[in-house]
């Protein structure tokens, strides 16, 4: 007789359907505590003129729960204050970059008021394979390139 396979926890299913309403909510266009999920691309679909910048910042606040990136690869924004300009020109206070599949940095990597290196672009086309999750509508948004966390 085959041994049987081990019980799944509870709690992993229930994050599982978790998720899984949240994007089906998300998909569906409810939104969910200001949260948009869009398909990001430039306005009106033309060129742009393609800006890095390196920035010393602090993460202002968590974002809104996504999914994690699996079968849909998953951006999510995140809004820091600009603390020192390292390269280039950040023209704000505060930025909003959007993170690729923020989970695969790890569970502690981004936490509100911790501060990062962070190396963005204003060329939004590598976005346009991810689903994006966005709180800050209307906000300029960049690309996150590369973050380190600072010590």
Same mark, same amino acid.
């Given at each position: ?29 409810? %939104? +969910?505590? !200001?949260? /948009?999920?869009?398909?990001? *691309?430039?306005?009106?679909?033309? #060129?742009?003129? =393609? ?15 996504? %999914? +994690?990136? !699996?079968? /849909?690869?998953?951006?999510? *924004?995140?809004?820091?204050?600009? #603390?020192?300009? =390292? ?18 940095? !790890? ?45």
């Amino acid at each position: 007789m085959a041994p049987r396979p081990a019980p799944v926890p509870v709690v992993l299913i229930a994050r599982t359907i978790r998720i899984v309403l949240i994007t089906c909510l998300a998909l569906a266009g409810v %939104p +969910r505590l !200001g949260l /948009t999920m869009s398909r990001a *691309a430039p306005p009106g679909g033309g #060129q742009v003129n =393609v800006e890095v910048i390196v920035f010393e910042g602090r993460l202002m606040e968590m974002p809104s729960e996504a %999914p +994690r990136c !699996g079968d /849909t690869k998953v951006a999510v *924004a995140h809004r820091f204050q600009v #603390q020192r300009v =390292v390269k280039g020109t950040a023209g704000e206070t505060e930025a909003i970059v959007l993170v690729p599949c923020p989970d695969l940095m !790890g569970d502690q990597f981004f936490r509100a008021k911790s501060e990062y290196v962070i190396e963005a672009t204003n060329d939004l086309a590598a976005a346009a394979s991810y689903t994006v999750y966005n709180d800050y509508k209307n906000r300029p948004l960049r690309w996150g390139v590369r973050i380190t966390k600072r010590q």
